[in-house]
C-alpha cells in the first residue's frame, strides 16, 4: 500500500474511501468495537496536505487498526470488558504514538477475547468476531476447486472462528479494512488469528518494542505484534515502533542483529531447524503434509534443513497455565471498583469487600475471575515454591532449550502456528477455555516463553477453502533475519490473499 502511494499509483483519498467502504461491508463479522470516523477524518486531511508539500512521513496515509486493549488518547479503551466499557484515557500508547506520528490514519479499535484472555475472540462482551473465510463475503472465485464442499455444510448461523486474542485486527487486515494493525501477544494471539485469518502475523523479539500503554496480561511475555497482508508492510511498520522507550525499562537499548541473509547472500550459509516435540497430537494431516512441503521448498532453495530437538517443548504449556494465572491476577488487582473502571451500586454493599465482590462478579467474565483465582492460589504462600518457583525453574529450561539450539548454528525454526485451519464455532465451543488454550497455544506459546521473535506467514488453502499457515522463529533480536526469510518464502509461495464481495 505504502508503495502504492509513494509511487502515485493511487490517492490517499482513493485508498482511505476504500478501506472505509469496506469497514462498512464487514460490520456482520465484527471486527471492529469502534469506527473512529471522525479521528480518520482528521489524519487523512493531514496527509492530504503532506502529499502536496511533498513532505510524507514514513506511514502517511496508511490506514491502521488497533486493538482495543492498546490505550488510546480521548477515545474509549475497553478490553471487550464491561470493567472497561467507559474508559478513556488521557494518552496515547507508544507504539500507537509512534504510528500517527509517521503518518498513519487510525480507522478503529478492534475487537478481542476480554483483557485478552482467549484464543478465539469469543469471549468479549461485544460479541464473537467472526473469520471472513467461509464467510458469504468471500467472492467464490477464491473458493479451492478441489473443495469437498464442506464450507456449504455447515450450520446456517455456525462460522469459523478467527482466532484470537487478536481476531478483531486479522479479521480488519484480511478484509482490506486496513494495511496493517496492532495486536498483543502474549501466547500466541497475534500468530494464532494470523493463521486462521490467512494474513502475516509477526511478533517481535521481547524488549525490542514499547509495551507502555498496553493494558497488561502477563507482563513478562506481552509483546506488541504487527499483522498484514504481506512480509514487508509487517517490516515498514516495525520499523517505525521498534526501538528503546524511557516509559518501559523492560525495552532494551540496543540495535537489533543485522540480517543473517543479507550479510552472507547465499541461502546455502543458513541453516533452518525443525523442531520433533512440534510435531504433537492433534495435528491435522493436512498441517504436517505443508510443514513437509514448505521444509522441502528451503532445502531446494538452498537452505540447509536439519531435524533439532527441543525437549521441554511438551512443558511450555503446563508453565503457562501457572505463570500466566499468576501475572494475571497480579494485573487485575487494580480493578477493584474504587481506584476507575465499573463499579457496581447497591444497598448491600457496606464494606470493602462487598464492593469488590459484587464489582469483580459483576464486570469480569468466568474466564477472568478463574484465572485471577488460580494465580492467587498458586501465590499463596504454602504454594508459592510449589507452583510459582517451579514454574519460572521450567521457563528456564525452555529458553535454554533455545539457546542450545542457536548455539549449533541454527538460524531459522519452521514449524506449525496452529494444529488445524480454523474451527467452526461450534467445535471450539465444544472445549472450556483451558483446553483451548492448551490446545490453540501449544506451537505459538514457546516462543513467548523464551522472548524471541516469531512470524506466521499463510501457506496455501486447505480443502475447506480455509487458510494453512507455519510459524519461522529466529534468535532474540534477530527479528531483520526472520522478515528476510518470511519475505524470501512469501514470494516463493505467492498465497492469494481473499476477494471480497463488492458492497
Known amino acids: 500500500m505504502l508503495h502504492q502511494l509513494k509511487n502515485g499509483s493511487c490517492t490517499v483519498q482513493e485508498l482511505y474511501a476504500q478501506c472505509a467502504n469496506r469497514v462498512k461491508m464487514i460490520k456482520s463479522l465484527n471486527a471492529y468495537i469502534r469506527v473512529t470516523e471522525e479521528t480518520s477524518q482528521v489524519h487523512l486531511q493531514e496527509s492530504i496536505q503532506r502529499y502536496k508539500k511533498g513532505t510524507p512521513r514514513p506511514l502517511e496515509g496508511i490506514p491502521v487498526a488497533i486493538k482495543d486493549n492498546f490505550c488510546t488518547k480521548n477515545i474509549t479503551t475497553t478490553c471487550a470488558s464491561k470493567m472497561l466499557e467507559n474508559f478513556v484515557p488521557t494518552y496515547n500508547a507508544t507504539v500507537v504514538e509512534r504510528l500517527l506520528d509517521s503518518g498513519a490514519i487510525l480507522m478503529g479499535k478492534t475487537n478481542l477475547d476480554e483483557f485478552g484472555m482467549g484464543s478465539g475472540t469469543t469471549e468479549s462482551i461485544f460479541g464473537p468476531t467472526k473469520n471472513v473465510w467461509g464467510s458469504h463475503l468471500i467472492s467464490k472465485a477464491n473458493e479451492n476447486e478441489n473443495s469437498d464442499n464442506e464450507v456449504e455444510r455447515k450450520q446456517p448461523n455456525d462460522f469459523y472462528i478467527a482466532g484470537g486474542s487478536s481476531g478483531g485486527s486479522a479479521v480488519a487486515v484480511a478484509t482490506g479494512t486496513c494495511s496493517v494493525a496492532l495486536g498483543s501477544d502474549t501466547g500466541g494471539s497475534v500468530r494464532n488469528p494470523a493463521s486462521y485469518c490467512g494474513v502475516v502475523g509477526f511478533k517481535p523479539s521481547y524488549g525490542s518494542i514499547s509495551r507502555y500503554g498496553l493494558i ?50 547465499k541461502f546455502d550459509k543458513l541453516c533452518v531447524g525443525i523442531p520433533k516435540e512440534f510435531h504433537c497430537p492433534g495435528m491435522s494431516s493436512e498441517v504436517i503434509e505443508v510443514w513437509n512441503d514448505v521444509a522441502d521448498l528451503l532445502e531446494n532453495s538452498g537452505f540447509r534443513v536439519v531435524q533439532v530437538s527441543l525437549p521441554h517443548t511438551s512443558y511450555s504449556i503446563a508453565c503457562y497455565s501457572v505463570l500466566n494465572p499468576c501475572e494475571v491476577a497480579s494485573n487485575m488487582a487494580r480493578y477493584d471498583g474504587l481506584r476507575y473502571g465499573y463499579r457496581a451500586t447497591g444497598k448491600d454493599l457496606n464494606s470493602t469487600e462487598s464492593l469488590y465482590a459484587a464489582t469483580r462478579s459483576q464486570s469480569l467474565n468466568q474466564i477472568v475471575r478463574g484465572r485471577i483465582l488460580a494465580g492467587n492460589y498458586f501465590l499463596l504462600k504454602e504454594n508459592y515454591d510449589k507452583y510459582f518457583v517451579q514454574a519460572l525453574k521450567l521457563r528456564r529450561l525452555i529458553y535454554e532449550d533455545y539457546i542450545k539450539i542457536w548455539g549449533t548454528g541454527v538460524d531459522i525454526l519452521l514449524t506449525p502456528v496452529t494444529l488445524s485451519d480454523a474451527p467452526l464455532f461450534s467445535e471450539f465451543t465444544q472445549k472450556d477455555s483451558r483446553a483451548q488454550s492448551a490446545d490453540q497455544d501449544y506451537c505459538t506459546q514457546p516462543a513467548n516463553m523464551a522472548g524471541i521473535p516469531a512470524l506466521s506467514l499463510p501457506v496455501r488453502i486447505s480443502k475447506r477453502n480455509l487458510p494453512l499457515s507455519l510459524q519461522l522463529m529466529a534468535p532474540h533480536f534477530d527479528d531483520e533475519t526472520l522478515l528476510d526469510v518470511a519475505h524470501l518464502l512469501e514470494q516463493k509461495l505467492k498465497f492469494s490473499q481473499p476477494t471480497i464481495k463488492a458492497a
Open 216 to 265: 497488561p496480561l502477563v507482563n513478562s511475555m506481552d509483546v506488541p505484534g504487527i499483522l498484514a497482508r504481506t512480509v514487508d508492510d509487517c517490516r515498514s511498520v516495525f520499523d517505525v515502533i521498534k526501538g528503546c522507550d524511557p516509559k518501559d525499562s523492560t525495552t532494551l537499548p540496543r540495535p537489533l542483529s543485522k540480517s543473517k541473509l543479507k550479510s552472507t547472500n
